[in-house]
């Protein structure tokens, strides 16, 4: 049975933000930019509801019918780094980080570092954020939700581009054709990321 989705609105947004906090609660690099279980769970959300207004804005958000997940895509045009690091870049971290927890400098950081280690040159879609509700993971709705952008992407010739936040995250990529670009990304003191990129497939190539 297929998996219906659709394109969210601004009415879907509180949804959104609900379910990419509950996604990422236990999340390497949320654990590492909220570190503690209390702070997270009380400061976490206004991250996911800034990344959510700006996909809204600038990019596009897709929703899983009954709400159980969604995902955060970019299209990235050619010379745009895709994370706000062109020039003005580091004003707009540093307004994230005062928007969102002042007093937290991780949350500026995570912006810059991966800024640095976005691919530049080539049009691409960016999956910014996927998040699929702690009781519904295991049933293929990521898999579903990304297909449907890489489905596109193949028929345009476009390439796709993430970073994986585990290496259990980089299994799971690699079976839809991303694979490993560059040097892992180490948060100081914390986890790995994992840059992945994924070449447009021609008609016909085997998954």
């Known amino acids: 049975m297929g998996v219906a989705i659709r394109t969210a609105g601004g009415d879907d947004r509180e949804l959104v933000v609900r379910l990419l906090d509950e996604a990422f609660q236990d999340d390497p690099v949320s654990s590492w930019v909220f570190p503690g279980a209390e702070y997270r769970r009380v400061t976490h959300h206004r991250l996911m509801a800034a990344f959510t207004d700006a996909t809204l804005a600038d990019g596009r ?3 899983v019918e009954d709400g159980s ?3 955060l895509w ?14 003005g870049g580091d004003d707009e971290f540093a ?22 280690t976005h691919p530049q040159g080539r049009a691409h879609e960016y999956l910014w954020m996927i998040g699929v ?3 519904r993971q295991g049933e293929g709705l990521g898999t579903a939700l990304i ?3 890489l489905d596109r992407c193949d028929r345009e010739g476009r390439a796709a581009y ?18 490993l670009t560059g040097e892992p990304l180490r948060l100081p003191g914390g986890p790995l990321m994992y840059p992945m990129w994924r070449e447009p497939r021609a008609a016909g190539a085997q998954a």
């Open 61 to 63: 958000v897709d929703l």
């Open 69 to 71: 997940a969604c995902a």
């Open 74 to 87: 970019m299209s990235v045009p050619a010379g745009d780094p895709g994370h706000g690091g062109a020039d």
């Open 95 to 116: 307004a994230l980080r005062h928007a969102v927890d002042p007093d937290n400098e991780r949350v500026e950081m995570i912006g810059r570092l991966t800024a640095g």
């Open 133 to 135: 509700a702690p009781g």
């Open 147 to 149: 297909g449907s952008v």
């Open 162 to 179: 993430l970073e994986a936040s585990s290496e259990r995250s980089v299994r799971l990529y690699r079976r839809l054709g991303f694979e």
